[in-house]
């Protein structure tokens, strides 16, 4: 099964015709193999805030950093940034020819406002329940 995400911000009149041209070029494909495509409008929503992208490198990192330890040991605000990363923002999978599997991931730059929201959760969540880091 192929996994597919686009987008196409309607900002502009010519992006109705990429949409569609999109839509025509792989529709077919899909339904050969059962799989359907699906359309979805909804309003566009804001980047996350830069309020949110502080409190994420400040205050949630800084506390992880200072007091998580995993199996007897600590790591810097480098690798927990990259290990939430890895854990909540997976974006696509993609196997090369000779099997190999490459993860591409979201930057916490290219999320929403709400999916920021989420995130920020889940990694409080983990901490906390995780490795007991607690949040003043």
Request: with cysteine; hydrophobic share 40%.
């Amino acid at each position: 099964m192929t996994s597919l995400y686009r987008e196409f911000p309607l900002r502009q009149p010519s992006a109705w015709t990429n949409l569609f041209n999109f839509v025509k070029a792989n529709w077919q494909a899909f339904a050969d193999r059962g799989e359907y495509l699906r359309v979805i409008v909804t309003s566009d929503e804001k980047k996350r805030s830069n309020e949110q992208n502080k409190f994420f490198h400040g205050p949630v990192l800084d506390q992880i950093t200072a007091q998580a330890w995993w199996d007897g040991k600590q790591y810097p605000k480098e690798f927990w940034k990259e290990y939430f990363r890895q854990r909540f923002l997976l974006k696509s999978e993609f196997t090369t020819p000779t099997g190999e599997v490459i993860n591409t991931y979201w930057s916490t730059a290219d999320l929403s406002v709400g999916a920021m929201s989420d995130f920020l959760n889940k990694v409080h969540a983990e901490a906390a329940s995780e490795w007991g880091v607690c949040f003043e």
